[in-house]
């Protein structure tokens, strides 16, 4: 396991400058960031972002905690004023609910035991916390323009996984969540996103992003 996380992480701090420019001036990021808002309940405070990077969507959204197993980009969260620790979703240093809300933003398919981390992430939250999922549906036409770069050997993706939608919901099951809310969005394709959307209720998977709320059954 720590040969794997390692693997992925280490792209992401030796080139963390580069990933966190992404961001600026998204319009891609503008509209992922507002279909989240669009779920219908709020991140509720004490909130915990697994996979937190340089803290972007943590600014955005009102995570005041995060973690990652990349140093580099933590240094980026904690000038955005997210209080952060080097550590991996398998094995979060935190004791048992802990957190009113868990979120994951395109931080699945990095994982090495997507189990393990939604079974982490059960275990920190508190009683009646949601756990908030967002991440691109291998069947659309992004998840699939991602496909193609791991294939490509692109140094973000070539150890990534992308998961279905059926995929994610078998996951959720398996560790006793509960879907409570779900959008879709970003139907424009990869390269021609040109203007807002805004985000549809339910799981679509022809859309290149989807979130989901869900709570410990």
């Known amino acids: 396991m720590a040969h794997h996380w390692r693997t992925n992480s280490a792209i992401f701090h030796t080139r963390a ?4 420019s992404w961001f600026d001036d ?6 992922e960031s507002a279909a989240i808002s669009s779920l219908p309940l709020a991140i509720q405070a004490p909130a915990l972002e697994i996979g937190v990077g340089p803290g972007r ?3 955005e959204l009102g995570s005041g905690f995060g973690i990652d197993p990349a140093s580099a980009p933590l240094a980026l969260s904690r000038k955005r004023g997210i209080r952060v620790c080097q550590a991996i979703g398998e094995a979060l240093p935190f004791h048992d609910n802990s957190f009113a809300t868990v979120s994951l933003f395109f931080t699945l398919c990095f994982l090495h035991n997507p189990k393990k981390v939604l079974q ?4 920190v939250l508190q009683e009646n916390g949601h756990l908030i999922l967002g991440f691109v549906p291998a069947t659309g036409s992004w998840g699939k323009n991602l496909q193609q770069k791991k294939e490509a050997d692109h140094p973000f993706y070539r150890n990534a996984r992308f998961f279905t939608i059926a995929q994610v919901e078998t996951l959720l099951a398996e560790q006793k969540f509960s879907l409570t809310a779900a959008v879709s969005s970003l139907y424009q394709p990869p390269g021609e996103v040109r203007q807002m959307e805004k985000s549809k209720p339910g799981m679509d998977d022809k859309a290149g992003f989807v979130v989901l709320a869900a709570q410990a059954a």
């Not at 998204?26 to 509209?31: D, G």
């Not at 982490?120 to 275990?123: A, G, L, Q, V």
């Open 120 to 123: 982490e992430s059960r275990r």
């Open 57 to 59: 969507f943590a600014q």
């Open 17 to 20: 400058e580069e990933y966190d």
């Open 26 to 31: 998204s319009l891609l990021f503008s509209i």
